[in-house]
């Protein structure tokens, strides 16, 4: 492919084209948190099973009029009254209960009171204080027997982990977590917490980058470092190839005279589908592809590792594992006016807040690729258009990250 530009979407094509589903696996309910669902679930039965109670109170006969009724005996959650009730009779009842056979409302206890034991006294406005249904919850509710309540490429969470158990089930099949490799590269990069010598910084994207990883349901497998030598570069990277379904490489893919990484990749047989996006920041965004494996090589600088992160790598995590990439946009009001690149997009990092006019979109501070500071506090990237000034006041789209 020619060393010319693409745009955002041109490369997200280009990556979807190459990235599939890894397989599944079967997963304890209770270890599914975060992992992306791989098939249907449907509801082994209905849910409830039962007609319950939505309150604490007395199970009475329908349309029961105020007055005295007698106890005949009690309800509570797993361990149903055994009988049936008449007319001139009530059971009390927990929220959850089963309500018994011939009653067919409950009576809430704030609209009861018992002047003496095993009788009720029912309180409330004529004709009836128990009309039909009151406070019933009836059998299936919620789901029904055979109903589709997930579906695949959902992503588990807290509410669907406990839909999943109300429906039956123990166990999920889940995508398998793609495996990925991080490689940083450079002479100056020190461990963090290391002293450094001049010119040397520490290693931030080792860290960001398998954190981000992480957060997109992926298995960091190795984190690696390269120095700016074609041999090593290119042993540390066949490694990480060999280990990995996706290979994220962050720096040296530019074309100084020490960015060893295209011609590393291209010995290990790894075939360029693009190189350069028009984008700021993030220019330098090679992808490529070996036996299945993806290998993203992306800046250096920080800022620029997390947002082409953000913007190529985490939706190819999610087709990965079946899932569709998220593009969720929110529309918010600019807080100020920020003058784009003149042949580039530019993803800047926004922070949101909500105000009385709905949601208003500011910039984290200075937007150089250096500095990670401006990672702090951003809820969202704008995306303007090359050429574009966005003006203060204006309604812009933004990504939530």
Known sequence: MPDTLISIAQARAVIAAEARPLGDELVAVVDADGRALSENVA????????????MDGFAVPADTPPGELRIVGESRAGAPYPGAISAGEAVRISTGAVVPEGAGAIVPVESASEPEPGRVRLRGDP????????????????????????TAGTRLGAAELGVAVAAGRAQLRCARRPRIAVVATGDELRPPGAALGPGEIHNSNAVTLAALARRAGAIPVSSAGASDDQAATEAVLSSALASSDVLVISGGVSVGPHDHVKPALQALGV?????????????????????????FGLPGN???????????????????????????????????????????DDAVRVSLTETAD????????????????????????????????????????????
Do not use: C
């Open 43 to 54: 509801a082994a039965g209905d849910v409830p099973a039962f007609v319950n109670s939505a």
């Open 302 to 344: 920080p800022v620029s590792a997390m947002v082409t992160f953000l913007l190529f790598v985490d939706p190819a995590l999610a087709l990965a594992q079946g899932m569709v990439p998220d593009r969720a946009h929110l529309t918010a009001t600019l807080g100020e006016t920020y003058r784009g690149q003149r042949d580039r």
């Open 127 to 150: 004709p009836s204080d128990a009309p039909a249904g009151r406070y019933l919850r009836g059998a299936g509710e919620d789901m029904r027997a055979g109903q589709i309540v997930l």
């Open 358 to 401: 709905g949601l208003r979109a500011s910039p984290t501070g200075p937007q150089g690729s250096h500095r990670l500071t401006s990672m702090l506090n951003a809820d969202a990237l704008m995306i303007v258009p090359a050429g574009h000034t966005a003006a203060a006041g204006s309604r812009v789209r933004v990504q939530p990250i």
């Open 271 to 295: 075939q360029e589908r693009f190189w350069r996006v028009a984008l700021r920041p993030g220019k330098p965004t090679w992808f490529g592809v070996r036996d299945g494996t993806l290998v």
